[in-house]
């Protein structure tokens, strides 16, 4: 048998050479092989796979409702891990490399893959090189015709396929656990929601006030990680950081679902502390900005868009058809340029409306600006069109 798999490890090694080629199928699980395999067809030492998540609420990161990718790391089945295993593979240039090789994976990252100080560059890059280049599958020496950084694009975009199968915020929402700032949540309450979707037991981490922000679900697998079967298997290594109970799962600030502390998801925001006909809101909230379907950060105090920060509280007073929104900077309203500018120097504040879900000025809830700010760029908010086209919404607190 132990022949067997040596040979079968050599010709797979050939198959496999052609790039994304399978790997035979006899390979044995990662993990669980009894003897010398082709490390192109098995990952190893490196055997054990974890596919991790974030849940980042200060500042907030991605969606509103979705939890966003932390890596795809290799540890050698027994909780301890290689790292930076090649640095002249130490890319410094990942969005160029899934620009040319894997723009879908690219463009999901923007949304779902995010560092908390707005670069994300750095952080893929930080993954690759610290994780990616320990994975013996994605060796150069495993791929025929190997063009540079391939196995780069292969690692991002297995890691996102991946991902796309853990929908962590559903699966913890369809068992009423849902982000809220006054309900806390047990640790087998949340284990038992991610056990009955995942399978296998996910490690569940929080930080040092005990609030929900990170998940790992852990993998063998058979094959290579380009194009193997990735097995769901029990977490090895540190178990869960939190506490058995009064577990924070925080809302995003800036979240819509956030304010909503009942368990029923279809009570939002909107409809529970908001008038929308008159278009008039009254009070305090975030004013949260959605570009490309998808919450991106909000609007500070000077009225200006930052997507790494924390939000402002804007002050609404009914005024004529609609209102009048404050910051702590002073009154907002649109300048003569066409910009959105809350200052002490604004003395006539401009009257916005409500649609229900969106601020509008005008009759229209567009707001443009010149490209989506990251880390500490703050954008400016036009009513005027341009390049990227976004929306604000009201967030009550
Ligand atoms: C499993 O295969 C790897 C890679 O060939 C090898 O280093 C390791 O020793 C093997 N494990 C066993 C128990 O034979
Ligand atoms: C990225 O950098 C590597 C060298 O580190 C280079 O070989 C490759 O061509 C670059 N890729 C792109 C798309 O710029
Ligand atoms: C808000 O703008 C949308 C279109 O952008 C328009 O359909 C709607 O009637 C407007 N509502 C109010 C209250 O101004």
Known sequence: MAARYLF???AAARCATAGSAACSADAPLSCHNTTSYDTCCLNAPGGHLLLTQFWDTNPATGPSDSWTVHGLWPDNCDGTYES???AS???TNITQILQAGAPSTLQYMQTYWKDYHGNDESFWEHEWSKHGTCISTLEPSCYT???????????FNRAVSLFKTLPSYSWLSAAGIVPSSTTTYTLSAIQSALTAQFGYAVTVNCNSNKELDELWYH???????????FQPTTPVGSGSTCPSTGIKYLPKPGSVTSASTTLTPATTLTTATSTPTGGALSGKGYLNVVTSGSQKGCIIG????????????????????????????????????????????????TVFTYDGTNLNYSGSSSFYATSVPTGSTQATVYTASN??????????I
Request: hydrophobic letters at 30%.
């Open 219 to 229: 993998y063998n697998v058979q094959g290579s990680v380009q194009s193997g079967t």
């Open 89 to 91: 593979r130490a890319y």
């Open 302 to 349: 000077a009225g200006t868009w930052y997507t790494t920060g924390t939000c402002a509280t804007f002050t609404a007073t009914p005024s004529g058809s609609g209102f009048t929104l404050t910051s702590s900077k002073g009154k907002c309203a649109i300048s003569s340029s066409n910009a959105l500018t809350c200052s002490s120097s604004v003395t006539a504040a």
């Open 387 to 396: 390049t990227v086209s976004l929306k604000i919404t009201w967030q009550a």
């Open 145 to 155: 015709n190997y063009q540079a950084t391939q196995e780069a694009v292969d690692f």
């Open 8 to 10: 079968l490890g050599v």
């Open 84 to 86: 930076n295993c090649d």
